[in-house]
């Protein structure tokens, strides 16, 4: 248990958490909206630091990032517990915790995370599975130790941090891949439980303060799968975000409170993926459907294949520092 960054204290023993765009008002002994953060006696307190719940080292193309260090291995953490209740989420288990429930997980120090990732030849550490913005301290005192170490860090998230929080882990964060998960506050409000005005802000100010993102949607068939919700997307992000921007339109499969809908068919993928093609995207991407051929970086400008990829292994890559080999056209990311 650690005293939590981010928050003020209110009349009447509350607190005001100002970690992600909630922003509970926590009375004392209560949590707030992810479950993990506790106000006792006007002190508010993080539950989960150094509790692991999860670790592995993991194909950084997982995560999924396509234009970091393609090949490479990441050391992925989480601990439990999530600012969101998504009815699709894949992790429920460890991300949705009782409001009461103790605190699980294996005690791990920032400097022991930071020993495992470079004794596994791991490039970056990812924060991931979970929620990262709800283990932010440890995920903080990680980073910077990372830093100093020559690792990359890497958040896999739901896109809830405040302005103010990621602004302090900005400078030790080098890519991030943020979920787009529909383009409608329809959907926000009845599946995710939160606003697309506040992801697509935070969306934004990841690109200001100069972190790589990649975006990844998962479209569930008849809530988030029509072509004008994903041409908003699409147009989102050209527009504000650059056509270099990598968009991941992935398969759901049935799972948690969602297992009445059918799995993505491979042919919405590439719907997607040509809606994305035709906004000007230079690399849209197809998730969960191994061998399809939507997995593939080509060069934008003449169409070479440039890293072939059958599920999360890469089987060629001719990239030559950042840079097309065909035609000398700059590669989009790190590390390529």
């Known amino acids: 248990m650690k005293e939590a960054m981010f928050y003020t204290q209110e009349g009447g023993g509350q607190v005001r958490c100002g970690l992600c765009r909630f922003h509970c008002l926590i009375g004392d002994g209560n949590r707030g909206v992810c479950a993990v953060r506790e106000n006792r006696g006007g002190t508010l307190y993080s539950l989960v ?12 193309e997982k995560k999924p990032l396509f234009h970091v260090m393609p090949g490479s291995s990441s050391y992925s953490i989480a601990t439990v517990g999530c600012n969101f209740h998504c009815y699709h989420c894949q992790n429920y288990s460890i991300s949705q915790v009782m409001r009461n429930a103790p605190v699980g997980g294996a005690v791990l120090a920032p400097h022991e995370i930071v020993q495992r990732a470079v004794v596994n030849n791991c490039s970056s550490i990812s924060y991931t599975y979970t929620e990262p913005t709800i283990f932010f301290e ?19 998230t739901n896109g809830y941090i405040s302005r103010e929080a990621l602004a302090t882990i900005a400078p ?15 959907f926000y409000r009845d599946v995710v439980h939160a606003r697309l005005s506040e992801v697509l802000d935070s969306i934004i100010e990841y690109r200001n303060q100069g972190v790589w993102i990649e975006l990844t949607t998962l479209i569930i068939p008849g809530l988030n799968d ?25 398969g759901f499969y049935p799972t948690y ?17 040509q809606i994305g093609i035709a906004a000007g995207l230079r690399y849209v991407y197809e998730g969960n459907r ?20 059958y599920g999360f292994d890469i089987s060629a890559n001719k990239t030559v520092s950042g840079a097309c080999p ?10 390529l």
Do not use: Q
Request: glycine share 10%; with cysteine; net charge negative.
């Open 49 to 60: 630091y150094g509790r692991v719940c999860a670790e592995h080292v993991d194909p950084i």
């Open 138 to 156: 440890f995920a903080y005192d990680t980073a910077r130790l990372a830093s100093e170490a020559g690792l990359k860090n890497i958040f896999v």
């Open 172 to 186: 030790f964060m080098d890519a991030a891949n943020i979920d787009l998960k529909g383009f409608s506050e329809g």
């Open 226 to 250: 029509s072509d004008a919700e994903l041409r908003g997307i699409a147009e989102f992000i050209a527009a504000d975000l650059g056509v270099d921007t990598p968009w991941h339109v992935t």
């Open 257 to 273: 409170k969602l297992t009445d809908r059918p799995r993505t068919p491979v042919e919405t993928l590439r719907k997607a993926r």
């Open 290 to 309: 191994p061998g399809e051929g939507g997995e593939n970086t080509y060069c934008p400008s003449c169409s070479a294949l440039l890293i072939k990829r």
């Open 326 to 335: 065909d035609c000398g056209a700059a590669i989009a990311g790190i590390g």
